[in-house]
């Protein structure tokens, strides 16, 4: 049966998911917020965000909330945007609203569920998160995520829904650890960008994401996850992609940095007001999280990498 899908946002994320989903035989609709992005892919069909890549003729493109009204609607929106969304698009109530960003919500330190149960009270929230970059899934290359949803039953049925030939999904009840492991991989990730750009040395990033998973487990567990979720492809799968890759945002916006070079403007780094939110909740609950704090005074200009680096070889000397 074909079934119906809204995918909110026509970045690359929103793209590639929109254009896998149309090829796997749903029926999508892409929605993007400008008229005249909506003008332009409907003549084009080339997506600016992922080079050489033509969005199938049965993708539906609108700019109009009028023309939605999927049973499932994916929030491939960034993360500090998701709010205003929610309240300014409403879904009605028994969607399942599937969050595909990453990050804590600064203002309010949820997560994109936390916020689509205050906002969307009516609908289903689930998170779909992991390791893959927006233009492997457009091109169809094989990719694993984790579809997180605390409704088991609903979650089964997304799995379902949004699995494809290439695109395998794995179901989790855990969307507290799937999504803050998303949000949490990107601040080791401008860290570990941040490493390779000082010449600090491929041992040291090694070190710092070892250190680093174990600040994403004690903050995840903190606010009730579950290990193993930590340990999937919501956690350590998508740390090691980001961290470790010259095509992910938050590691060469890191590289630069820690090279003394300018970061490229205008691109969605999520790591960066994640830092941010994370220091503040690590802060407020007596949370030990270093190397996320020294991420964000250094995004801050409170500290330089190199005291950063410093204070972090300073710590008392522990069992691991
Ligand atoms: N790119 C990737 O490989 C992956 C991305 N993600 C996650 O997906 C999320 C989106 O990232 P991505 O698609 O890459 O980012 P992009 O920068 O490519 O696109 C962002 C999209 O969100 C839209 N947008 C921005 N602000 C708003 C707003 N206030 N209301 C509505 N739409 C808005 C943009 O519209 P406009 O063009 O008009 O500004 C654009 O369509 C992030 O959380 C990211 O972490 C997850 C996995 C992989
Ligand atoms: O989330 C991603 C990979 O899973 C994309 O990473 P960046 O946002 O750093 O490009």
């Known amino acids: 049966m074909t079934q119906a899908i809204?995918?909110?946002?026509?970045?690359?994320?929103?793209?590639?998911?929109?254009?896998a989903l149309s090829r796997d035989g749903s029926d999508v609709t892409l929605?993007?917020?400008?008229?005249?992005?909506?003008?332009?892919?409907?003549?084009?069909?080339?997506?600016?965000r992922l080079p050489g890549v033509i969005l199938p003729k049965e993708l539906r493109i609108t700019s109009?909330?009028?023309?939605?009204?999927?049973?499932?609607?994916?929030?491939?929106?960034?993360?500090?945007?998701?709010?205003?969304?929610?309240?300014?698009?409403?879904?009605?109530?028994?969607?399942?609203?599937?969050?595909?960003?990453?990050?804590?919500?600064?203002?309010?330190?949820?997560?994109?569920?936390?916020?689509?149960?205050?906002d969307a009270?009516?609908?289903?929230?689930?998170?779909l998160t992991g390791p893959s970059f927006a233009?492997?899934?457009?091109?169809?290359?094989?990719?694993a995520l984790t579809l997180a949803c605390a409704d088991a039953q609903a979650g089964a049925k997304l799995q379902s829904a949004l699995?494809?030939?290439?695109?395998?999904?794995?179901?989790?009840?855990?969307?507290?650890?799937?999504?803050?492991?998303g949000a949490l991989k990107n601040v080791i990730a401008i860290a570990a960008g941040m490493v390779i750009g000082a010449g600090l040395g491929e041992s040291a990033r090694a070190a710092l994401l070892t250190r680093g998973y174990v600040e994403m487990q004690r903050l995840a567990l903190h606010m009730g996850a579950r290990p193993e979720t930590l340990a999937g492809l919501s956690g350590f799968g998508d740390m090691?992609?980001?961290?470790?890759?010259?095509?992910?945002?938050?590691?060469?916006?890191?590289?630069?940095l820690g090279a003394g070079s300018a970061p490229s403007q205008g691109a969605t780094v999520e790591g960066r007001a994640t830092a941010r939110a994370v220091a503040r909740i690590a802060a407020d609950q007596?949370?030990?999280?270093?190397?996320?704090?020294?991420?964000?005074?250094?995004?801050?200009?409170?500290?330089?990498?190199?005291?950063?680096?410093?204070?972090l070889l300073a710590r008392d000397l522990r069992e691991e």
């Open 121 to 127: 009270p009516g609908c289903v929230a689930a998170v």
């Open 31 to 48: 929605w993007a917020r400008s008229s005249e992005q909506v003008a332009a892919l409907r003549e084009t069909r080339e997506v600016a």
């Open 286 to 311: 007596g949370i030990d999280m270093p190397i996320c704090t020294m991420v964000s005074a250094v995004l801050e200009n409170t500290l330089t990498i190199e005291q950063a680096t410093a204070a």
């Open 163 to 181: 699995s494809t030939e290439t695109l395998r999904l794995y179901r989790s009840t855990d969307p507290t650890g799937a999504e803050l492991g």
């Open 240 to 256: 090691v992609l980001t961290a470790t890759s010259g095509l992910s945002r938050n590691f060469t916006f890191g590289r630069a």
């Open 135 to 143: 233009a492997d899934i457009a091109r169809g290359l094989p990719t």
């Open 64 to 118: 109009d909330a009028g023309a939605l009204g999927a049973p499932i609607r994916l929030l491939a929106i960034p993360m500090q945007a998701l709010a205003q969304h929610l309240q300014l698009l409403p879904a009605r109530g028994g969607t399942a609203l599937v969050a595909c960003c990453k990050g804590i919500d600064l203002s309010t330190g949820l997560g994109p569920t936390g916020l689509i149960a205050r």
């Open 6 to 19: 809204d995918v909110m946002g026509a970045g690359a994320f929103g793209s590639a998911l929109a254009i």
